[in-house]
Each structure stands twice: as structure tokens, then as C-alpha cells.
């Protein structure tokens, strides 16, 4: 048996009134690729802060032992001299450098003291080689869409030489393609001797690739897989996470679906930024009431740009097409007048357009229905706070209280909070935009039943989300976009993985 690389012995870390971790033991074998799993806030980004020294040697208590020693690291540029590196689960590149910049931020390559760009560059090319990118360093970050992002942040790791690579939910934000190429990648470096640990809420990525995994629950070691010893299955790690056995991943919906209630009538709009280019192109859409409707399609299809430029007009020049509720056409051309129609857009981008981080859960819950919890434009700080916690029971939502920040949750929590931010206006259309992107199974199960309670209540849900089995999971109806048309209408019973390829592909080839 190889030798462990790494073992963090009896960790334990408290944040004011909170114990996050609890003695928690993790042990890594040298060449592996170790998973790390656990639900939303069993502190899964924690332990790994705590490794990498994001919190230092003297917040915590117990041991790390990385390569044979003893390890007390003051900072991240400690561990990263010993050889660790971690690739944070929100992106940590600075979008207005070029590739080259990037990669050698901190430790810029010098001659002379001055930097060296010919070096920089050419040491550049080799790293980008070693991840498969195939792209000029000269190139600015912001100009890359997330998965040559993610690659650029894997190469970066690369320069500074780790033996060890932890990778904080690298797979969220991609597309299925990307993220089939960042898992061969990382088998690639597991051939050249590289150690992973890798978190992720994907189940069926987990199990394709590593070769031991750990469950953490509520800031416990559960236990620790080892693929050919232990028999691995997604229900397994499943009833490791939640502590109790999940038969079914989708939630049963019995609603009786009524008459059209909702729909979008020719929407066409301009790109904001190419002049003249069409990227929405005589779109239609009817959402009856009590029904979910999904969007199905490939990331960059337009499916984002349809929500945002029907609410509020957030997105797109020239917009052109009607809005009809119950019927009768609306006004939605500004955020107001959206809400004021009963129509909410939970975006997908929850760090900087969903949520003030720097506020507690009271406040952003109910800040998009301010008028529910004030009399006379004042606030009633007694309702806002039974509202707030009403939703957070609901929600489960892991916090001390509502009055800590949303800024520390764990990155699914801050989800349900942008959630139940619009649910609380209690609208009778609800667009969700990658609802349940970084969120745990049994988390996604609560989401699903919310969508479903809604959904009872004759409300009209449409759902855009690239996790194709999702999308068949819980809609009752299925359009398919690509290129900024509808390029497919599905009925539950025709929707299936490949009739929705089908949709996809075959417009592609028109496109062609
Ligand atoms: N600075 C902080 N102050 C108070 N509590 C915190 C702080 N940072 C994290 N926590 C709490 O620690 C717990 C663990 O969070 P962590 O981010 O490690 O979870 P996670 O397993 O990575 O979850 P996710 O899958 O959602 O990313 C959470 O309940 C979170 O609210
Ligand atoms: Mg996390």
C-alpha cells in the first residue's frame, strides 16, 4: 500500500459560538485522487482552508503531517512552498491581466530585478501545454469563458510546483464538456505523480474518478471508501452524507396543470456588446398554470439572456416581443415593474447579483419584499425577523441564526438564501436560473419539493438548468434553446436525454 502524502489528525475548528469542525481525521495516499463529500456546510471548504493555511497554524487545533512533517503554516504562501495548492471554489484569477500575468502573480520571474516578460511568457506556453490550453498567454483572463478560466488556475498551481492539487468544486460552473476534460486532465497529472483531492456535489464524477473517498457530516469523518476494497455506489455516499437512506431523487408532483397563465411572444433582442448582432431570435413561450417548464440546452445558449432580458430588460438592445399574464400583456422593461407584475428571476450568479454578502440572512431575505414587512415606509423589525426565520426553517438554511452574515455561509446555503429572497415576494412566476448549481442531493430534494409546493399552488415555475437529468426530473414540459431559438418543445413523456440531444444537435448542424 503507497504511502500516505498527507494526514490531518484530530482537526478541530471553532468560529465564534460555532464548532465547524470536530475532530476530523483525513488521510491521503501519495499518486491518489481523493474525493471529499459531505452536504452544504459539513465543512468540506473548512478543512481545506485550514490545510492550506488560508486559516493559520494557531485557529485550530490538531495536526498536519504533509510529505513526512510536521506542518504549522502561517499563511497560504506557506503551504504553497511545501506543495499544496488549491484552486478555490469561486475562481481567484485577476480578469484585467493577460494568462502570462496571471500564472505568476507573487512569484513574477524576474532577471535583474526587473520582470522578465520573454521568460514569463515562454514559461507561460510550457504550463499552458501541461493543462491542454491552447491559447495565447498573451490573452486577458476576463476574455475566457469559466473552463479555460478553471485550466489557467490548474496551471498556475503547476507553476509553483505542487505535488498536491485540491480542487474546491471545480466542475459547478462548467459545462458537461469542460468538465469531462477537467476530470481527464486530472488523471493525466495523477499519471505524472500528482496527488488530488478533489470536492465536488456530482456524484456520478466522484465515482468515475477517485480512487478513495471521505464523507464529512456536520464536521465528522463519516468514513473513509477505498475503490477495490470497499464496494462504492452513489447511494452509499448518499446515505453517508445525509445520514439516512434517499430512495428518490426527484419529489412526486400531483398538480393539476390549468390554463396558459404566462407566456413570452416573439422575443428577439441585440447583443449589448457586438452592434447589430441578434442573440435571441423570435422566441415564444406558455407557461400554464401549476406548471413546471424547464429550459433545456447548452451553456451559451441563451437561456440566461432570455430571463434577464424579459426581467427587467437586464440583458440585450432592441429588445423587441410581449409579455402576457393571465392573458393580458404587462409591462417587465424594469426590475420594479417586474416585481410589481408578480414575476421573479433567481439568477444563477448568486455572489454578485443575488446576494449583499456583507448582510445578514434577515436582511437579504426580505430585501426584495420590503413591503411585506413595513408599514408606512418603516420597517417592523419583529415581522422581518419571523419572516427570516420562517424561511431559514423552511429552507434549512445552516447558520447560527439569521443574523449571521451571508458572506460565511458555505456556498449552497447562499443559495437558499437567494431563494428564499424570491420566493418571499410571492410571485406567480418564478424564473430559476441554475437553482441548485453547488448544492447537495438532499439539499436539491428540499429545492425540488419547494418548486413543487409552488407549483401546487397554480403558480407558473420555469426552471433553466444544465444538469440534463434535473431538468427531466422536474419538468412537465421541456423547450429546448440553442442559439437564441427554440429549437425543440418536448411533452414529459417525450422527454428523454437523447430526444433533448437530438433537439440540440440538429440545430447545430442548421447553424453549421
Ligand atoms: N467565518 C465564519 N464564521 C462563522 N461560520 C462560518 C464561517 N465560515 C464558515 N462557517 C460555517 O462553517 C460551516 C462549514 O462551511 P464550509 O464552507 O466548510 O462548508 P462546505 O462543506 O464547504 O459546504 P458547501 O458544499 O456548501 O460548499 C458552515 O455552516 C458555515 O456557515
Ligand atoms: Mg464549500
Not at 127 to 141: A, M
Not at 395 to 418: D, E, R, T, W
Request: net charge negative.
Amino acid at each position: 500500500m503507497a504511502e500516505n502524502i498527507l494526514e490531518m489528525r484530530n482537526i478541530i475548528k471553532e468560529f465564534p459560538g460555532v464548532r465547524v469542525l470536530k475532530d476530523v481525521n483525513f488521510a491521503v495516499q501519495r499518486g491518489s485522487i481523493h474525493a471529499l463529500v459531505g452536504e452544504n456546510g459539513a465543512g468540506k471548504s473548512t478543512l481545506m482552508n485550514v490545510l492550506s493555511g488560508v486559516y493559520p497554524f494557531g485557529t485550530y487545533s490538531g495536526d498536519i503531517v504533509f510529505e513526512g512533517k510536521a506542518c504549522q503554516f502561517k499563511n497560504i504562501k506557506d503551504s504553497e512552498q511545501a506543495g499544496i495548492a488549491i484552486i478555490h471554489q469561486e475562481l481567484a484569477l485577476i480578469p484585467y491581466l493577460s494568462i502570462g500575468e496571471n500564472l505568476f502573480l507573487g512569484h513574477e520571474k524576474t532577471s535583474r530585478g526587473v520582470i522578465d516578460w520573454d521568460l514569463t511568457y515562454n514559461e507561460a506556453k510550457k504550463l499552458l501545454e501541461r493543462v491542454g490550453l491552447d491559447e495565447n498567454p498573451h490573452t486577458l483572463v476576463k476574455d475566457l469563458n469559466v473552463g479555460r478560466q478553471q485550466l489557467v488556475e490548474i496551471a498556475k498551481a503547476l507553476g509553483k510546483n505542487a505535488k498536491l492539487l485540491i480542487f474546491d468544486e471545480p466542475t459547478a460552473a462548467l459545462t458537461e464538456k469542460d468538465s469531462q476534460k477537467l476530470l481527464e486532465l486530472m488523471k493525466d497529472l495523477q499519471k505524472n505523480g500528482l496527488t488530488s483531492i478533489l470536492i465536488s456535489h456530482k456524484l456520478n464524477e466522484i465515482t468515475e474518478v477517485s480512487d478513495s473517498i471521505t464523507i464529512l457530516r456536520d464536521g465528522e469523518t463519516i468514513e473513509t471508501m477505498i475503490k477495490g476494497k470497499d464496494e462504492i455506489s452513489e447511494d452509499r455516499i448518499i446515505k453517508g452524507m445525509v445520514g439516512r437512506e434517499m430512495t428518490e431523487r426527484f419529489p412526486q408532483r400531483n398538480v393539476k396543470i390549468g390554463d396558459v397563465a404566462f407566456e413570452i411572444r416573439n422575443w428577439s433582442a441585440d447583443s449589448p456588446v457586438i452592434e447589430g448582432k441578434k442573440f435571441l431570435n423570435d422566441i415564444s413561450i406558455k407557461v400554464h398554470k401549476g406548471e413546471v417548464v424547464g429550459l433545456a440546452g447548452l451553456m451559451g445558449a441563451g437561456r440566461t439572456e432570455l430571463a434577464m432580458s424579459v426581467f427587467g430588460h437586464l440583458y440585450g438592445k432592441n429588445i423587441t416581443g410581449k409579455v402576457y399574464k393571465d392573458g393580458k400583456e404587462i409591462d417587465t422593461s424594469t426590475v420594479e415593474k417586474a416585481i410589481a407584475n408578480k414575476i421573479a428571476y433567481v439568477t444563477e450568479d448568486r455572489k454578485d447579483a443575488g446576494l449583499i454578502l456583507s448582510e445578514d440572512i434577515c436582511t437579504n431575505i426580505t430585501l426584495s419584499s420590503l413591503n411585506r414587512v413595513s408599514q408606512n415606509q418603516i420597517i417592523d423589525k419583529d415581522k422581518e425577523i419571523s419572516y427570516a426565520n420562517q424561511f431559514r426553517d423552511a429552507l434549512k438554511i445552516k447558520s447560527n441564526n439569521i443574523y449571521q452574515p451571508v458572506g460565511s455561509l458555505s456556498g449552497g446555503n447562499q443559495q437558499k438564501v437567494v431563494l428564499g429572497k424570491w420566493i418571499m415576494t410571492e410571485p406567480d412566476v418564478l424564473i430559476l436560473d441554475e437553482p441548485t448549481r453547488g448544492i447537495d442531493v438532499g439539499a436539491k430534494y428540499e429545492i425540488y419539493t419547494i418548486i413543487n409546493q409552488l407549483a401546487a399552488k397554480g403558480k407558473c415555475v420555469i426552471m433553466i438548468s444544465s444538469e440534463l437529468p434535473e431538468v427531466l426530473g422536474i419538468s412537465d414540459r421541456i423547450y429546448v434553446i440553442n442559439n437564441g431559438t427554440v429549437t425543440g418543445e418536448l411533452s414529459k413523456e417525450e422527454a428523454k436525454a437523447e430526444t433533448v440531444m437530438q433537439c440540440i444537435v440538429a440545430n447545430k448542424k442548421l447553424g453549421a
